[in-house]
């Protein structure tokens, strides 16, 4: 059918055949949304950062960015089969765990009290898979190196919008997988 039918017929549709099409639409989407929300999609918690210290936001945020630069690179050492630096790289990125860090007892007990207890469990999946990349890189696998830096890049995207929409926008209204950023052991 040409534009100029369609939009022929859409202006001799009468009136009330217009707003049930609108009701239906508004239905599907609320029925999809609920979908979603049944099936499991991750909704935005509250943003965790303004709940830290002072010395724990920045601890966080300079490994964040050490974590964003080696991801970068490893990406490149992936792509061009450089498996040494995937495997230093994943190991650079799970030393650089926080709960590993010279925190003070206070330090931690005020991390754990700032936090859900789901962030840590995150945190330290990802890490786990930081160490999986890097026995990947050891063992010159290719196809193991993708796949783990794909479940990482699926664990930055879930954590950051579930816990960090303050910084990231563009992520707070996302339906994310509730698999991304868990164990699936």
Aim: glycine content about 6%; charged content about 25%; overall charge neutral.
């Amino acid at each position: 059918m040409s534009k100029r039918a369609i939009a022929s017929s859409n202006t001799l549709m009468s009136a009330p055949l217009r707003s049930r099409g609108r009701q239906f639409r508004t239905f599907a989407a609320a029925g999809l949304l609920g979908s979603l929300a049944l099936n499991g999609a991750v909704i935005a918690a509250e943003p965790v950062g303004p709940d830290l210290t002072e010395k724990l936001r920045g601890l966080l945020a300079k490994e964040m960015i050490e974590i964003e630069t080696a991801m970068k690179a490893t990406y490149s050492a992936i792509i061009q089969g450089r498996h040494d630096e995937v495997a230093q790289k994943g190991q650079a990125i799970h030393d650089s765990f926080i709960l590993k860090q010279s925190l003070t007892k206070q330090d931690q007990q005020d991390l754990k009290a700032a936090v859900p207890e789901e962030f840590l469990q995150m945190d330290k999946y990802f890490h786990q898979l930081a160490a999986e990349l890097a026995e990947a890189g050891k063992q010159q696998d290719t196809q193991a190196q993708a796949e783990t830096f794909n479940r990482m890049t699926e664990s930055c995207v879930a954590c950051h919008s579930r816990y960090v929409t303050d910084r990231f926008n563009g992520l707070e209204k996302q339906s994310i997988p509730q698999g991304w950023g868990h164990t699936t052991e």
